[in-house]
């Protein structure tokens, strides 16, 4: 129930089958649940299964996930820098 995507710089990036949520987003927010499943599932309006998918595979690859939300992290970082750039020159 996990599907990859490739992502920057070669790297495959593990998302849920069937969503455009990457697993560590899910396992973001069910961590934010209290490891609640059912909560997290219906948070993403996702069949619980989806949600044990992803914390499966977590799981097994946490060092894997791990990194891609660091990545992922540091992007929106970049971006945000990036954005208040543009918003200082136009002030």
């Known amino acids: 129930m996990i599907r990859f995507q490739p992502g920057a710089l070669g790297r495959r990036r593990a998302l849920v089958v ?3 949520l990457y697993v ?3 396992i973001s927010t069910l961590r934010g649940n209290d490891g609640d499943v059912d909560q ?3 948070d993403f309006g996702l069949a619980p299964q989806l949600v044990r998918a992803a ?3 977590y799981a097994e690859f946490a060092g894997e996930v791990d990194e891609d939300a660091e990545v992922a992290a540091q992007l ?3 971006e945000r820098e990036r954005w208040e750039r543009q918003q200082r020159v136009i002030a």
Do not use: C, K, P, S
């Open 76 to 78: 929106e970082r970049e």
């Open 18 to 20: 069937g969503t455009r």
């Open 40 to 42: 997290t599932a219906q």
């Open 24 to 26: 560590y987003q899910v």
């Open 55 to 57: 914390l499966a595979y």
